[in-house]
């Protein structure tokens, strides 16, 4: 595929979750010669396939997936570590003359590749982080939440209460600079120039989608959700990891452990998924250069992928 101002072709396709992503990206990597690249910030762990709703290998149609199954679930990668491998991939996929599509919900993950993130930059402190785990796993993730939102509440903002790693995170770049991550993440909305991006959009109205999401999740519990908590607990992998803080994982945890019945945990889980889909959907619109389509709007997948790949070629087709 053709590179225009000698800078690479990149194709994003986002969106909440259960909205089909994975199925559409498959679709059009076959049209157009195209390979994925994953921005699901819990389909990087191993063993973890059914609560992140993991393309299956006889899924993939032969389109290779990067960014999948890399880490355990104790191991830690950030979003520079992300920003780095995918940047790789995109580079090779490139050179091969095909065309890179990333795909997924994690909206950090996706402003990596698009905006200019500078704090990804600042290194990481292992003690430090040692240091900050211990006093969530002793106090809460409350305690050193409360911590991030005395010195960087714009920040805090941004982050989930529950989200340990990127808590750490912020709390890192904040004791190893002595300045907030909001102070280098001014440039949160500069545009990245390196890539001929395009950004495909995914949704519908929350009628349909809330309902795409209670069926996924009731099939991931006729598959085998509870199995693979059991498994991964059985493993060794400690409650507390931020892997297993995921949706999916901490609700069907709370019932294992008798803290909740099965129904309830379900329930929870449904409601816990809508409003992780609100806050994708919250901050992706803030990006205009989305290319928003409703899925409803189509007569099936391979309808949405063909609206794409046309589009795609009539943009990457202009000087």
């Not at 050193?144 to 890192?172: M, Q, V």
């Not at 890539?195 to 519990?221: P, Q």
Request: aromatic share 10%.
């Amino acid at each position: 595929m053709m590179k225009l101002n000698n800078k690479e072709n990149l194709l994003i396709i986002l969106g909440p979750t259960a909205i089909g992503k994975s199925d559409v990206a498959i679709n059009v990597a076959q049209k157009i010669n195209g390979e994925i690249i994953s921005a699901d910030s819990m389909q990087i762990y191993k063993y973890m396939d059914i609560g992140t709703a993991k393309v299956k290998p006889e899924e993939m149609r032969g389109i290779p997936h990067y960014l999948i199954d890399i880490v355990y679930p104790d191991e830690e990668f950030t979003v520079a570590d992300f920003k780095h491998e995918a940047e790789k991939y995109i580079s090779e996929i490139n050179n091969k003359n095909k065309l890179p599509i990333v795909v997924g919900g994690t909206g950090l993950y996706i402003n990596s590749l698009v905006y200019e993130l500078k704090f990804t930059k600042v290194k990481s402190n292992p003690d430090l982080r040692q240091n900050l785990n211990e006093l969530a796993e002793k106090y809460g993730n409350n305690y050193i939440y409360n911590k991030l939102c005395k010195i960087d509440s714009i920040s805090a903002k941004r982050i989930n209460p529950n989200d340990r790693k990127r808590i750490i995170r912020a709390l890192e770049i904040y004791y190893e600079t002595g300045k907030p991550m909001s102070y280098f993440n001014n440039n949160f909305r500069k545009e990245s120039n390196k890539y001929n991006l395009i950004m495909i959009g995914l949704n519908t109205d929350r009628k349909l989608l809330y309902s795409r999401i209670e069926k996924r999740i009731d099939e991931m519990i006729n598959r085998g959700l509870i199995d693979e908590v059991k498994n991964l607990l059985n493993m060794g992998y400690n409650k507390n990891l931020t892997s297993m803080q995921a949706i999916g994982y901490k609700e069907i945890i709370s019932y294992l452990e008798g803290e909740i019945e099965l129904s309830e945990a379900i329930n929870i889980l449904k409601r816990n998924t809508r409003r992780f889909a609100k806050r994708q959907l919250t901050w992706f619109r803030r990006d205009n250069r989305i290319k928003w389509i409703d899925i409803k709007d189509f007569k099936d997948i391979d309808d949405i992928g063909n609206y794409i790949f046309s589009y795609v070629n009539k943009i990457l087709a202009q000087d």
